[in-house]
């Protein structure tokens, strides 16, 4: 099967600064933290994790809304988050599986030192309360830091790995889920990691294209950015792309999640519009409302509008 996939941007912002394709994501619920990053929606889109952050990261908790009758509610703890440090949430395609990064010690392993692993909870339908956290274990986690996990709906595993196994610092790696379990992962093709730092990517749920943060990449447009890569067969990936100046700025842009249904790309970046000069002698409360603006260079949540338009042509055969 031959997988055409064209993907597009539109609403794009022509000028310098931030491009009006980006809009703030839920500033009246984001502005209430100090950090926030990381974002899973529901397929619903009536039901958000993201994980809250001291200024320095060293306190993270994942925070959770729902949506009632247009509305959306008071932010609150996740059952399963609020006593280690969480992070990095992502619900599984069908929403009944919600995977996240958190260093808990670990009952499988109790003599290992506390690490960065991938947990999971699990309920039996949208209305459930999600159980009790489970690590996921051998051979996805190890005595490395693992971060970041995002699953295909055919329970493909992508997730970040900054140890072993990496073609230098942090990679994008991948594990097939064979005959029930996890098979050991491995780093991604140079298509996607290279001896830089690549992180954060988010696997579409048919596995047609991987949205990723690379750091400091030649011929990148700050700090972190946004490139894709799409499968074109059997795993075999194009060269990633960067989104360019239409969603990435001069700051760390990273973190990406895709509605696919709703064609909108979330991300968090620390992109800032504070100003650095004024006509005028600003007062002590003018430069406070400055200083507190959404885009100050803390992570902050947004959103871009983007139309995906997947078409799959069956392979014919000369054959009889």
């Known amino acids: 099967m031959i997988l055409v996939l064209f ?29 926030v990053r990381d974002l899973a929606v529901s397929s619903q889109e009536n039901e958000i994790y993201f994980t809250a952050q001291s200024i320095l990261g060293e306190l993270s908790s994942i925070i959770t809304c729902k949506k009632n009758h247009g509305k959306w509610s008071t932010p ?38 506390k690490n960065y692993d991938i947990w999971f909870v699990e309920r039996k339908n949208i209305n459930d309360r999600w159980s009790a956290p489970k690590n996921i274990g051998e051979p996805i986690n190890t ?17 970040t790995r900054d140890g072993a196994g990496s073609k230098g610092k942090d990679d994008i790696f991948f594990a097939k889920w064979e005959n029930g379990k996890y098979v050991t992962p491995v780093s991604m093709s140079d ?33 972190g950015d946004l490139y894709i890569s799409f499968n074109k067969e ?31 790309l979330y991300f968090t970046s620390k992109r800032s ?36 338009m997947v078409k799959r042509k069956e392979k014919t055969s000369t054959e009889n």
């Not at 005595?143 to 997730?159: R, T």
């Not at 990723?212 to 700090?223: H, I, K, W």
């Not at 959404?294 to 959103?303: A, D, M, T, W």
């Open 143 to 159: 005595n490395e830091d693992e971060f970041y996990p995002s699953v295909a709906a055919s329970n493909n595993l992508y997730f």
């Open 273 to 308: 519009s504070v100003k650095t000069q004024f006509g005028k002698r600003q007062k002590a409360k003018e430069l406070l409302q400055e200083m507190s603006k959404y885009e100050n260079g803390q992570s902050r949540l947004y959103k871009a509008k983007i139309n995906s």
């Open 76 to 113: 609150e703890v996740a059952s399963f988050s609020g006593i280690d440090q969480d992070l990095e949430p992502f619900l599984s395609p069908n929403g009944l599986r919600l995977y996240f990064v958190s260093n808990r010690p670990n009952d499988l392993k109790p003599t290992v030192p």
């Open 191 to 223: 298509s996607i990691n290279s001896t830089g730092y690549e992180f954060n990517a988010f696997i579409a749920p048919d596995e047609s294209f991987l949205l990723y943060t690379c750091y400091n990449r030649t011929g990148g447009l700050g700090s």
């Open 7 to 35: 993907f597009t941007l539109f609403n794009v912002g022509k000028g310098q600064g931030t491009s009006t394709a980006v809009q703030q994501f839920l500033p009246e619920i984001i502005s209430q933290f100090p950090n």
């Open 234 to 264: 059997n795993n075999d990936w194009t060269a990633a792309e960067n989104l360019g100046k239409e969603i990435n700025s001069a700051m760390m842009d990273y973190c990406p999640f895709v509605d696919t249904k709703s064609g909108i």
